[in-house]
């Protein structure tokens, strides 16, 4: 079963936009992951947010938790073409283990 | 290279048959995770296993089972093969019990003809 749903589910933007993706979540959780896929790849971890965190940095990635509403964003700002790839959200769950969405497909172009 | 090798990277096999795929987690990391990624499914947990012992169970089918042994590797048993088993599978891991940063390896293409 899916735990994390994110949203869009395919995003399509231009060099130098930003890109924001959306994680909406069934449980309580302890953290909340992102990662990267580049086409038929492994996954790439890019940050993990903490339950009692509300928004992260890392380079040009911004993350914010909202656990009242369940749901989580992705904000890539000053996007480049090496950032197409699909972005999955994963959470624990208490008891399970690491559990992903089913992806946002992002296509930067040129 | 995130240290976490999977072989074979590609396998090709017929219905009904069985395989293995083998997973060495990163030095040191504790905790084995196997994933099936397909293109209607998204990626599914299956199973892992923290220092030997099964920690958490997904959507794991009884053809398949998993193993990790005493040297942390893992392998993950598929058998009575199906076409709709054909995916990618992936192993990652983490150093501790807790759901930390998962290193994934680079997945095995299992085709099934």
């Known amino acids: 079963s899916q735990q994390g749903e994110e949203d869009p589910q395919a995003l399509s933007i231009q060099e130098g936009e930003n890109a924001t993706m959306n994680c909406s979540y069934k449980t309580s959780i302890n953290n909340l992951q992102w990662y990267r896929q580049n086409s038929g790849r492994g996954l790439v971890h890019l940050i993990l947010i903490r339950s009692n965190e509300r928004e992260k940095h890392s380079g040009r990635l911004r993350v914010t938790l909202d656990t009242s509403k369940k749901s989580s964003s992705l904000l890539i700002t000053a996007s480049r073409a090496a950032d197409t790839a699909s972005y999955f959200c994963a959470t624990d769950q208490a008891g399970t283990a690491l559990i992903f969405g089913k992806g946002t497909t992002l296509s930067v172009s040129s | 290279d995130s240290g976490v090798t999977q072989t074979p990277k590609h396998l090709i096999t017929a219905t009904g048959q069985r395989v293995t795929l083998r997973c060495s987690p990163r030095?040191?990391?504790?905790?084995v995770y196997w994933y099936q990624q397909s293109l209607d499914q998204g990626l599914q947990f299956l199973i892992q296993?923290?220092?030997?012992?099964?920690?958490a169970k997904g959507n794991i089918l009884e053809r398949f089972s998993a193993q990790q042994f005493p040297d942390l590797h893992s392998e993950l048993n598929l058998s009575s093969l199906e076409l709709g088993d054909s995916a990618l599978y992936f192993c990652?891991?983490?150093?501790?019990?807790?759901?930390?940063?998962?290193?994934f390896g680079q997945g095995t293409r299992l085709t099934v003809v």
């Open positions: 296993y923290y220092n030997g012992e099964e920690r």
């Open positions: 030095s040191g990391d504790l905790s």
């Open positions: 990652a891991s983490s150093a501790g019990r807790s759901y930390t940063e998962a290193f």
